[in-house]
């Protein structure tokens, strides 16, 4: 199996600050990485696909890079609905992983 | 375009349930285009996925956690996907997505469509 290691586990940050996100695959897997938002109660959110493709309707402040082992996903500029636990995930091979997640909480 | 979750609860250890996800809002064309998906949200642990069917329902993959316990199912005519759980254990427990895979043709994901998930709780 496929293991993303996401860091940091948490993030303490204020509105205007520049967040970015790690994930490194423990194989190669091209750009097959989806980054999503969840909060609580709602349904997780597809941003970014294949590393740095913005799902339609995703604002421009999320930005996604990387291929082969390691990706970032950046927010330019915290917004407040963007607090919130972020999630990494491989679309190469079976079985579909995720990372651990990132909370990024108010500081 | 809605995913709706449906059939979790509380159940005992080595009991059973069945998932029901209705999918409304997408033309029949579109459904039956599109592998599906679970995904469950476990706590403290994260997301895990569970398990893929094809467009047609011919090839199903499950995560390794699985072990011949579940069997996702898809009814084309009806725009809905199930999941039979059987053999149900403490470690279990959690809230389990209903999500629709983005492109055509492929079953590893992104996955662009999320149901609000329905609450699973495996207790003695």
């Known amino acids: 199996d496929i293991q993303m290691t996401q860091s940091p586990s948490f993030v303490s940050a204020s509105v205007g600050d520049r967040v970015t996100i790690t994930c490194r695959a423990s194989l190669t897997i091209g750009s097959w990485v989806a980054w999503y938002q969840c909060k609580p109660g709602k349904a997780p959110k597809l941003l970014i696909y294949s590393a740095s493709s913005l799902q339609t309707g995703v604002p421009s402040r999320f930005s996604g890079s990387g291929s082969g082992t390691d990706f970032t996903l950046t927010i330019s500029s915290l917004q407040p609905e963007d607090f919130a636990t972020y999630y990494c995930q491989q679309a190469n091979s079976f079985p579909v992983t995720f990372g651990g997640g990132t909370k990024v909480d108010l500081k | 375009v809605q995913l709706a979750e449906s059939g979790g609860g509380v159940v005992q250890p080595g009991k059973s349930l069945r998932l029901t996800c209705a999918a409304s809002?997408?033309?029949?064309?579109?459904?039956?285009?599109?592998?599906m998906h679970w995904v469950r949200q476990v706590p403290g642990k994260g997301l895990e996925w569970v398990a893929v069917?094809?467009?047609?329902?011919?090839?199903?993959y499950y995560g390794d956690f699985v072990k011949g316990r579940f069997t996702i199912s898809r009814d084309n005519a009806k725009t809905t996907v199930y999941l039979q759980m059987n053999r149900l254990r403490l470690e279990d427990t959690g809230v389990y997505y209903c999500?629709?895979?983005?492109?055509?043709?492929?079953?590893?994901?992104?996955?662009?469509?999320w149901g609000q998930g329905t609450p699973v709780t495996v207790s003695p």
């Open positions: 999500v629709k895979d983005k492109e055509v043709g492929q079953w590893l994901g992104p996955f662009d469509h």
């Open positions: 809002g997408f033309t029949f064309t579109t459904f039956t285009s599109h592998a």
């Open positions: 069917i094809s467009f047609d329902g011919s090839n199903k």
